[in-house]
């Protein structure tokens, strides 16, 4: 199976922080890689579909960047509804697989 | 505007069958472009795919769970269900079912993401 590792574990930042979240994969997955944002208690929303498409409704602010094996989730300006935990997922294989989640905190 | 919602016994207990079903609302699970399945949660941890399956039957597991996992679709009744077997502590979880949108992409070719899911279920394992 293909394996996802997200960095950093946790983060804390401030409102109005620009703020990267890194995901790689164990093999090239060209650009099948999705996010998703989930808060405490609530399924996970989508974000970006292969590597840089904005689900539609999306604020601009969330960007997805990468392909082969290394990914970028960017959050331009952070906004008080945007700390939650964010997970990377590969759609390479229907077999598919996610990161381990990255929390994002107010600092 | 398309709901998922599962349904199922909240506490299940060890060696026995974990038995749920998620039911699409608004919309039709015997459509061409979508497969349905269930993503499980444990208490403070990650999301794990469990399996998938298309209107017509045709289903994908994840390996670590094969053994145990069967996945149904009911079309007549807009259903589809999880049977996990020999559940043990390690089962407990956030059960949540989702659909996955197949697309064609033009820079890529065929896409899927998960892109509507239900509000989830809490199984405890417990005797």
């Known amino acids: 199976d293909i394996q996802m590792t997200q960095s950093p574990s946790s983060l804390s930042a401030s409102v109005g922080d620009r703020v990267t979240i890194t995901c790689r994969a164990s093999?090239?997955?060209?650009?099948?890689l999705n996010w998703y944002q989930q808060k405490p208690g609530k399924a996970p929303k989508l974000l970006i579909y292969?590597?840089?498409s904005l689900q539609s409704g999306v604020p601009s602010r969330f960007s997805g960047s990468g392909s082969g094996t290394d990914f970028t989730l960017t959050i331009s300006s952070l906004q008080p509804e945007d700390f939650a935990t964010y997970y990377c997922?590969?759609?390479?294989?229907?077999?598919?697989?996610f990161g381990q989640g990255t929390k994002l905190e107010i600092k | 505007q398309l709901q998922l919602q599962e349904s199922g016994p909240g506490l299940v207990k060890p060696s026995e069958t974990l038995s749920l079903t998620c039911t699409v609302s608004?919309?039709?699970?015997?459509?061409?472009?979508?497969?349905w399945g269930w993503i499980r949660q444990p208490p403070g941890k990650g999301l794990e795919w469990i399996g998938s399956?298309?209107?017509?039957?045709?289903?994908y597991y994840n390996p670590s769970l094969k053994s145990r996992v069967t996945i149904s679709v009911d079309t007549s009744k807009n259903q589809f269900s999880l049977k996990l077997s020999s559940v043990t502590a390690a089962d407990t979880a956030v059960y949540y079912c989702?659909?996955?949108?197949?697309?064609?992409?033009?820079?890529?070719?065929?896409?899927?993401?998960?892109?509507?899911w239900g509000k989830g279920t809490t199984v405890t394992v417990s005797s």
């Open positions: 989702a659909r996955h949108t197949y697309r064609f992409l033009a820079f890529i070719g065929d896409y899927y993401y998960m892109d509507v």
């Open positions: 608004g919309g039709s699970i015997s459509s061409s472009s979508y497969y």
């Open positions: 399956i298309y209107y017509s039957g045709s289903t």
């Open positions: 093999q090239s997955i060209s650009s099948y």
């Open positions: 292969a590597a840089s």
């Open positions: 997922q590969q759609s390479y294989s229907t077999r598919t697989t």
